[in-house]
């Protein structure tokens, strides 16, 4: 819960309070001072008679008092906590102190105590082991640097003290502003979701920031993150989020093919995709996609690059490129007319090179003819250095200018850090933010471009839940049976391959008669078919299903056999698997044998609806395969798409599935049919 006294507190007690700014009680006590803060500031230091000018008093002395940020050693921590809430009237804490939930189970029950006591009150808390909390009303923060506070700056919620700082000291210099930072610490009460969430629900059109940034090594809270993501976005709002330790360092036992992919991290990618905040892997990353957020909105993904240096505008093309953005050849009448303007050896193919003596005049007819001329360009990235041998105070303030009038971005590309300093100074001063690196510019770009999760929300899908509980709820846990199966399957109006299981095989030579040859026989029993030799296909015969029939009824875990039409199609599956916290994910992707060998995969978190089913297919490196090519049919991806928003709405009625396979899934221009599925149940 985050209250007004955490926010906007009247008074601040500063206990552990220090005259010397190399002590984090000093240090902070310093910064709001220097924050010019506008309330009552208290010290407590039993040492200390005054400390920066403030008078520290006895406990007994204090009066009530709003918040108190606690820098002392971790065993006094609690008893402090306990005095405040229960005589001071107090309503937040900050704990700068480490020593707790980092250190083992003893700091772990200790913080548990804390949050308990703090609970009882009805008050906040962030931390323990943070570096503070950053607003336009105070600077309860010990690390440096402070940045510039301005209202439309981002908002930064951290899960690490040390790469808050970081982050906000890459910021800086590019001209990045911010409008508040909570470093959480180890959440004991309010982590990166409470914050979110107080985002949300606090959102002022005219007044919040519209620029939101995370950095997170654990999601407690999946669900309470994408409600509130996704509600700020639909406000207006970007978000950006590094999330940490995304490497699966360890093995995970996972007996389906799903939930061998279904990684951990593939979970937090899901989240991210769906609650549409864009993915960062790194500190620099980070800060250029918040500098883009700055930046007016792109709508599409063809960008023009004007430089006066090839060598970054290739580069940069190639970033784009890679990343799925266009660099599109331009050419026409107005290009004629652009070039006629430009000194000889100039080119505005794109990228548009007017060469090292290109002049202010000379960037600002461009941009124009880039913003009112070429209909086909949703953006421009603009390359500007020097060798120093000049001064380009004149560029820039074009570019200023030019950058509050045209209706399409325009992304600032200065990499002459050293030799136009001076000049890079006098742009910020406009309140604009640089990019200095192009490649680093052309991924963040790219990572922005593929955020887009605007999908409708239709239900148009009805399945037969009545049928769907009695088989759950009369299966024990573990793998179903087969007829089950096939009970789940028909009953959420999934197409499947007809089949026939028997242990007869008289039986089953009738049946392959009716269904007629070729057919596919498969063992029932063994959970990996293929890996126990328990699959043989193109069976034309009588005589061939008795052999294969004596040969696989010697494999370990023999229960019968199962017979289906042997169909012809491009091999994909579909699946779930549960992941503890996030809830239900579905995959699709390429199937058949190639599921782990290319992991060609799209996940999403369930509940999906048609529009983020096709986006998945689509987000595929097979989806070629699915459109067709070579001559060669596509498959109906409107069929596949169902599949998917079926399986979802499969699991919303039956949440005791936690793996389910579909493969393969044959694939036709006329249908998708499930060939083969597992359903695993665990109630």
Not at 84 to 99: D, E, M
Not at 186 to 207: C, H, L, R
Not at 289 to 300: D, P, Y
Request: with cysteine.
């Amino acid at each position: 819960m985050i209250n007004n006294e955490l926010i906007n507190p009247k008074s601040i007690v500063i206990v552990g309070a220090s005259e010397s700014p190399s002590k984090i009680g000093g240090k902070v006590l310093k910064n709001i001072i220097d924050g010019d803060y506008k309330g009552i500031l208290y010290a407590i230091n039993p040492k200390e008679e005054v400390v920066q000018g403030i008078k520290c008093l006895q406990l007994e002395d204090l009066p009530n008092v709003e918040l108190a940020i606690i820098a002392v050693a971790v065993k006094y921590v609690k008893g402090y906590v306990e005095l405040f809430v229960k005589n001071k009237n107090t309503k937040a804490f900050i704990i700068l102190s480490a020593g707790f939930g980092e250190m083992g189970e003893e700091g772990k029950q200790l913080e548990k105590e804390i949050v308990d006591i703090v609970n009882e009150y009805g008050a906040s808390l962030i931390g323990p082991n943070c570096i503070g909390v950053l607003t336009s009303h105070y600077s309860g923060i010990f690390a440096g640097p402070i940045p510039k506070l301005d209202p439309k700056g981002c908002d930064f919620v951290s899960g690490s003290g040390a790469t808050a700082a970081f982050i906000i000291e890459k910021g800086m210099p590019m001209g990045l502003s911010f409008s508040s930072l909570f470093s959480v610490g180890n959440s004991a009460q309010i982590g990166v979701e409470e914050v979110m969430k107080y985002w949300d629900e606090n959102f002022d059109p005219e007044t919040s920031s519209k620029v939101k940034l995370l950095y997170m090594e654990n999601i407690d809270k999946p669900k309470m993150l994408l409600k509130h993501a996704r509600s700020l976005i639909k406000k207006g709002c970007k978000i950006a989020a590094i999330k940490a330790g995304s490497s699966d360092a360890g093995s995970r036992a996972a007996s389906s093919h799903t939930g061998a992919l279904a990684t951990p991290d593939k979970a937090v990618e899901a989240l991210f995709k769906k609650a549409g905040i864009v993915r960062c892997y790194g500190r620099e990353e980070l800060i250029y996609t918040a500098a883009i957020f700055t930046q007016k909105e792109l709508k599409g993904k063809n960008i023009a690059i004007i430089t006066h240096a090839g060598g970054p505008g290739v580069m940069l093309t190639d970033a784009l490129s890679k990343g799925g953005m266009s660099v599109p050849h331009i050419e026409g009448k107005y290009a004629d007319e652009l070039l006629e303007k430009l000194y000889p050896g100039s080119s505005v193919s794109n990228p548009i090179d007017f060469l090292a003596t290109g002049s202010a005049e000379q960037l600002g007819i461009i941009i124009d003819y880039i913003d009112n001329k070429f209909d086909d360009i949703d953006g421009m990235v603009v390359i500007f250095g020097s060798p120093g041998l000049f001064e380009i105070y004149d560029v820039y303030e074009l570019l200023n200018e030019k950058m509050k009038t045209t209706k399409k971005p325009i992304y600032p590309l200065l990499p002459s850090i050293v030799t136009t300093e001076k000049e890079i100074e006098y742009f910020k001063d406009f309140g604009r933010v640089y990019f200095s690196d192009e490649v680093n510019l052309g991924l963040a770009l790219t990572s922005v471009s593929r955020s887009i999760s605007d999908f409708s929300e239709v239900d148009s899908v009805n399945i037969d839940e009545e049928t769907i509980r009695k088989v759950i709820e009369r299966s024990k846990d573990g793998y179903l049976q087969s007829d089950d199966i096939v009970s789940i399957l028909d009953a959420a109006g999934i197409p499947r391959v007809p089949e026939y299981v028997s242990k007869d095989i008289n039986n089953i030579i009738e049946k392959a008669k009716e269904f007629g040859f070729p057919i596919v026989m498969k063992i029932v029993g063994p959970v990996h078919k293929s890996d126990v030799g328990g699959i043989a296909l193109n069976i034309m015969s009588d005589q061939e299903i008795r052999d294969e029939y004596h040969r696989m009824e010697q494999i370990e875990g023999f229960d019968g056999i199962m017979i289906q039409p042997m169909l012809s199609g491009n091999e994909f599956f579909a699946g779930v698997n549960f992941e503890d916290n996030f809830g239900h994910m579905i995959l699709c992707g390429l199937g058949g044998i190639y599921i782990e060998v290319f992991k060609d995969t799209a996940q999403s978190l369930a509940p999906i609806y048609k529009d983020e089913a096709l986006s998945m297919i689509r987000s595929l490196k097979s989806y070629k395969i699915i459109q067709g090519v070579r001559g060669k049919e596509g498959v109906n991806e409107d069929t596949f798409a169902e599949i998917i928003t079926r399986l979802s709405k499969l699991v919303e009625i039956a949440p005791e599935i936690k793996e389910l396979d579909l493969n393969p899934l044959l694939g036709t221009a006329k249908s998708v049919i499930a060939v083969d599925a597992r359903i695993r149940i665990e109630k």
